[in-house]
């Protein structure tokens, strides 16, 4: 080892949750790229300067995270500059722990407020008493008790987080009106005490010449970087092909508990002791290396005449920044759909598709043009775990236009969901192989698309490959701000691929189902 050991305040954060991730993101670092726009990371960036907004007089701490003894001494230039009133990205350090806080507000008297900015739309646990999320408590906390240990006099404490109500009615977010502002000082007192506890183990931890030797598990890796914590891959190499990790549904404990029993395959679990039909598959399937297919199959396609519509829709969801006037922070707003229908003679024909220009919100277009397509039909409408997306947001559709809810409601009340006929009667090694792999679900169309389909990919999409990089590419449209290289136009076709892949892949399952049960 040749660096000296130190802590920030997300690697504070997340060694809450895995000090092998810790370990492994200060020694194996992954290398910085410049967040995508519409990105996660990106998003949080734009929150984040909104903010300083609302301190007009504050400055910025430029230097960045590598040039950190610089970014020390301008932040105490500042903090003795008393005509400065915020200082923005303040770099702070106490016993090992460096910190960059993302607004430092000076009080009268010589006091400090500290500022945390996050894009989501609550910190609290949706509790009876609402404390803090585990997380939020955790980040603010070290701040104060790096900051005060730095010697400032932190009298104050406070998240700033979006107000989800708020509708945008101008091009930019209204700074004063985007965010809702929590002070939670006083909730802290506890935590700010376990830091230097915590904070020392941690350094422990880093101190080691190997990583700790920590058990992967999807539960915790997941919330561990933008999707999966970026060492999933290296942490799960030697895992076996049958990993009990992919259990379907587990339950609260129950994975733990096996794993503590020293259960580590599903080929040693008796499939009598499973929770559930899916988990109870997983494990015959494991132990007799065969495909399964129910034989309910067939009793359970009735509810899928041919011909029927195969429908996907593009969305944005959990999207703190809005994009159009009349929108608001993290709302559900559908700008793509596609369309095939499966024949009754097992051809496959692509229907119809739409995608929005992005120039103003597309909800009013997205549904006149999806009534447009369906209306006065009869065949059913098949997607792919329709309770996610299709559903909710045709729900969502018919509460804002009631002028077209008997339609949407019509083309709603059709929808049957693909994904719980395979769920109940399909299983095959491709499935479990794939949940491993991406730390996904078993049952995601990803899987059981090349599972049925023998040389069916996603691999010849290019940059719109799934849905999160629709809702980035989408992001970037309206903004303008495109990738290097990339046209409008090159990014259009990318997405209008990429959104009829999924209706094409549940036509295909499909056709692959009834052929099986004739």
């Given at each position: ?5 130190y ?6 954060v ?13 020694y194996?670092?992954?290398?910085h ?9 990106d ?20 230097e ?17 500059d ?8 303040a770099?702070v ?9 993302d ?7 010589g ?7 996050k894009?989501?739309?609550?910190v ?6 609402q ?8 980040d603010?906390a070290v ?16 998240y700033?987080y979006?107000?989800?109500d708020?509708v945008l ?9 985007f ?6 000082l006083d909730?802290l ?6 830091v230097?506890?915590?904070a ?10 190997e990583?700790?030797d ?9 919330k ?10 290296r942490?799960?190499e030697?895992k ?11 339950g609260?404990?129950k994975?733990q ?10 080929s ?8 559930n039909l899916?988990?109870q598959r997983?494990?015959?399937?494991a ?9 309910e ?12 519509i195969?429908?996907?829709f ?15 922070p ?13 024949n ?11 995608l ?27 997607a792919y ?17 009631p002028e077209?809810?008997?339609d949407?409601s019509?083309?709603?009340d ?16 491709l499935?479990i ?10 049952f995601?169309l ?11 990919s996603y ?9 999160g ?9 309206v903004t ?16 209008l691929?990429?959104?009829?892949k ?17």
């Amino acid at each position: 080892m040749h660096r000296e050991p130190y802590l920030s305040k997300s690697s504070y954060v997340g060694a809450h949750i895995c000090e092998r991730w810790l370990w492994k993101n200060f020694y194996n670092r992954p290398d910085h790229v410049e967040p995508i726009p519409g990105s996660g990371a990106d998003i949080g960036n734009r929150v984040g300067a909104l903010a300083q907004a609302l301190f007009p007089d504050g400055v910025l701490v430029a230097e960045v995270a590598y040039d950190h003894q610089k970014a020390l001494a301008r932040t105490q230039e500042l903090i003795d500059d008393p005509s400065v009133s915020a200082i923005f990205e303040a770099a702070v350090e106490h016993e090992g722990i460096r910190v960059r806080i993302d607004i430092l507000e000076r009080l009268e008297g010589g006091g400090w407020g500290i500022r945390e900015v996050k894009s989501v739309g609550a910190v609290r646990k949706k509790t009876k008493y609402q404390p803090l999320e585990d997380q939020f408590a955790q980040d603010i906390a070290v701040q104060c008790w790096v900051a005060r240990g730095a010697g400032l006099n932190v009298q104050s404490a406070r998240y700033l987080y979006v107000n989800s109500d708020y509708v945008l009615d101008q091009q930019l977010p209204d700074p004063e009106k985007f965010f809702r502002q929590a002070e939670v000082l006083d909730e802290l007192d506890e935590e700010i005490e376990a830091v230097a506890k915590r904070a020392s183990q941690f350094l422990d931890v880093l101190m080691r010449s190997e990583e700790p030797d920590i058990e992967p598990a999807k539960s915790m890796c997941t919330k561990l970087g933008d999707r999966l914590c970026p060492f999933w891959h290296r942490c799960t190499e030697g895992k076996p092909e049958d990993w009990i990790d992919v259990l379907y549904r587990p339950g609260r404990g129950k994975l733990q508990a096996l794993k503590g029993e020293g259960f580590d395959r599903l080929s040693e679990l008796d499939p009598e002791t499973a929770s559930n039909l899916e988990q109870q598959r997983m494990i015959v399937h494991a132990r007799h290396k065969k495909v399964i297919v129910e034989t309910e199959l067939a009793e359970l396609l009735k509810d899928f005449p041919l011909p029927a519509i195969h429908l996907d829709f593009e969305y944005l969801s959990g999207v703190a920044w809005p994009l159009h006037i009349g929108t608001r922070p993290h709302q559900r707003a559908p700008f793509q759909f596609s369309a095939h229908r499966l024949n009754a003679d097992l051809t496959c024909d692509h229907i119809g598709e739409y995608l929005a220009e992005g120039h103003e919100d597309p909800a009013h277009e997205f549904a006149t043009r999806l009534v447009e397509l369906l209306k006065g039909e009869s065949e059913p409408i098949v997607a792919y775990a329709a309770p996610n997306a299709e559903l909710p947001v045709l729900k969502d559709l018919i509460d804002r236009f009631p002028e077209m809810a008997t339609d949407l409601s019509a083309i709603k009340d059709r929808v049957v969901d693909l994904a719980v006929v395979v769920r109940k009667t399909f299983m095959h090694p491709l499935l479990i192989e794939k949940a491993i792999k991406t730390a996904g679900s078993v049952f995601t169309l990803k899987s059981v698309a090349p599972a049925l389909v023998p040389g069916f990919s996603y691999e010849d999409l290019g940059v719109v490959s799934q849905g999160g990089a629709a809702v980035e590419a989408y992001f970037q449209m309206v903004t303008g701000e495109l990738p290097g290289g990339v046209t409008r136009e090159a990014l259009r076709a990318s997405m209008l691929a990429s959104c009829k892949k999924d209706p094409e892949a549940t036509a295909l399952v499909h056709k692959a189902l009834v052929k099986l049960v004739t």
